[in-house]
């Protein structure tokens, strides 16, 4: 069997090829949720540089904001040939669950989907989230 190099017409390379590192300078800063009342993420800080990539996710909570912590994160350009970030993924390991976070730009909007796995037997279902934010 053949090996799948191209599954669609943005794998492939036309001209010369970008930079190693996609450039995340379009991700960086503080993002805010635009439901306040959101029981999701609260508030997303980018921080990075070529190269290099950093999450750090506040979640909903009461009285203040539950700071998961810092995670390294890795940026997507939009095609093969494009060096500007518009998207990331992170993996968060989280008292008993798992979320995978996978974000990316719509029109100065980031968009940040949740897909989280309880690990703990507690019998909760696993679900998806998705929330929208802007930069502060």
Not at 68 to 74: D, Q
Not at 85 to 108: D, F, H, P, Q
Not at 114 to 129: L, P, Q
Request: charged share 25%; hydrophobic share 40%; aromatic share 10%.
């Amino acid at each position: 069997m053949e090996q799948l190099r191209i599954t669609c017409a943005r794998d492939r390379l036309i001209g010369a090829p970008p930079a190693a590192a996609v450039d995340p300078s379009t991700l960086v800063g503080t993002w805010l949720n635009y439901e306040p009342s959101s029981r999701g993420i609260y508030r997303v800080l980018i921080t990075g540089s070529r190269g290099a990539l950093a999450v750090r996710i506040l979640g909903a909570g009461s009285p203040e904001p539950v700071d998961w912590g810092e995670a390294p994160a890795e940026a997507f350009a939009g095609d093969v040939a494009s060096e500007e970030a518009v998207g990331w993924k992170a993996v968060y390991e989280l008292e008993g669950r798992r979320t995978m976070i996978l974000s990316y730009l719509n029109k100065r909007l980031l968009v940040v989907d949740a897909y989280t796995i309880f690990r703990d037997e507690s019998g909760r279902s696993s679900y998806f989230s998705r929330d929208h934010f802007y930069l502060q």
